[in-house]
């Protein structure tokens, strides 16, 4: 049995494993160690990091189902809000080193380019999400409505998702595989809806 | 043609000199463990650089040779640079038949010695709007076209890469139809600036750039010019090609760099020059109008893209 507490204790390392990445890439990018098309690599590398957390933040709920794991749902919120961060690095580095602020490039990209367009719809949909994750914000919206808001996360994961399927040119093994596990994940969850023993109202 | 290299060196000259760099190469990493193994290039670049068109810079060995797209090794840029070291690009023949007075296999060594192998300083873009400068070492497709004797009847040219999946690990997996198939127009393939290359920078086709011998069309996107080749074919009809078979709303068969032809993935109107942090603006037929745009006054480029 985990408790809250093991949880929360393994929060520290688990701030400065997830951080590092960004640090790392940031110091290579800036001292031309990211090989040979460095932008392209920084983006790739912030994306994928990306949809790999809002992976991981779906499967943490799926986990705390689990008795023993029960407390693992407190590693969430600061996941979430990491996936959150590695998107605004990853949109920054499109919009800024890729595109040089060339806005209306940007805009016509955004609405020609289903990948594109894929992608930023799931960055929209992340910004109420990071905005309304303090404790706080739960108090003032209410539990319910929160959870409402937060249901946003089915959208996004599918979106990121498929923003990876769709610009990959061949080999799409790797994005079906994330996919597949969002997709198990999101059936998961409707099995049990479906199985929840109803309450008498 | 400004950035058309134009020096001829007869194919003993080119042999030589591939041996004086190895021998120089050799040297320079006896001399310096720390300095890039590629130093030596340093001291005959000019013969390259004075082609050069005054907007472009060579790229480096080291850029050309470690960021490929070449599938039959993996899908990531990285790759071929990786997995290729079991690859044996000697012995090598290439089949010629289809539409030709008589079909029959060359020897590559019978064929490079009744050629005359040029510099060629082309610009290379791919479709996923990025480029590179390359020095290419080949010679004219069209003199191996003259050797193969194609008859009147043949209106296309199809190229057909090695299929090798034990020295090739990205054949194992089916990421597209292999082997890997490319196509010309007759006349393209006859154009001067369309040439099989043998070599880069002096050294030998490397394997992860197509050895030992690949096509460069230089007005096209960077999937035209097939590498490894291994078949060439002549056909009344046009030959179907691996990426427009896979991705046709994608990909066509003629892949014209053309800065007004949309791709669903990547703006074509501005493509990234791999070494510089600012994006430059794409040149129609990538900058060969003047020596290409005739072959296709007659054709809709935004309809046969």
Known sequence: MFSTRNFNRSKPVLFILILFPSLLWAYQFVNGNLGVNPIEKLMDELGLMALRLIIITLMITTLSNIKPLKSIVVLRRMIGLFAFYYVCLHFSTYIVLDHFLDIKFIIQDIIKRPFITFGFISFLFLIPLASTSTNNMIKRLGFKLWKKIHYLIYPVAILASMHFYVLVRADKTEPVIYMGIIILLLLHRIFKRLTRPQLVQ | ?305
């Open chain 2, 1 to 305: 043609m400004k950035i058309l290299g134009s020096e001829i060196t007869p194919y003993k000259t080119y042999l030589n000199r591939r041996k004086f760099i190895k021998g120089s190469l050799a040297s320079a990493m006896l001399a310096t463990v720390t300095s890039s193994a590629f130093a030596n290039h340093d001291s005959d670049l000019s013969i390259y650089t004075k082609n050069l068109n005054e907007n472009d810079k060579l790229n480096s060995y080291e850029e050309i040779t470690t960021y490929n797209n070449f599938y039959e090794f993996g899908t990531h840029k990285k790759h071929p640079h990786l997995n290729s070291g079991n690859f044996k690009p000697r012995p090598w023949t290439i089949k010629i038949d289809g539409l030709v007075k008589k079909p029959q296999t060359f020897d590559l060594e019978k064929i490079l010695s009744n050629v005359t192998i040029e510099d060629r300083v082309y610009r290379l873009r791919c479709v996923e709007a990025w480029s590179m400068v390359i020095p290419w070492q080949g010679f004219q497709l069209s003199e191996l076209i003259k050797m193969a004797e194609p008859l009147s009847s043949a209106k296309y040219v199809q190229f057909v890469t090695v299929f090798r999946p034990e020295e090739m690990p990205g054949q194992q997996k089916r990421t597209i139809i292999w082997p890997y198939r490319e196509g010309l127009r007759m006349d393209e393939a006859m154009n001067p600036l369309t040439i099989l290359a043998t070599g880069l920078y002096g050294h030998e086709m490397p394997n992860q750039n197509g050895a030992p011998i690949r096509l460069v069309v230089p007005w096209k996107y960077g999937f035209k010019s097939i590498k490894s080749i291994v078949e060439i074919r002549f056909l009344d009809t046009q030959p179907e090609t691996s990426w427009e078979t896979l991705a046709p709303w994608e990909y066509g068969f003629y892949a014209n760099v053309n800065p007004n032809v949309n791709h669903p993935r990547w703006s074509q109107g501005t493509e990234r020059r791999i070494g510089e942090f600012k994006r430059r603006e794409t040149l129609m037929f990538n900058g060969y109008e003047e020596e290409v745009a005739h072959l296709y006054k007659d054709l809709d480029l935004t309809k046969f893209y």
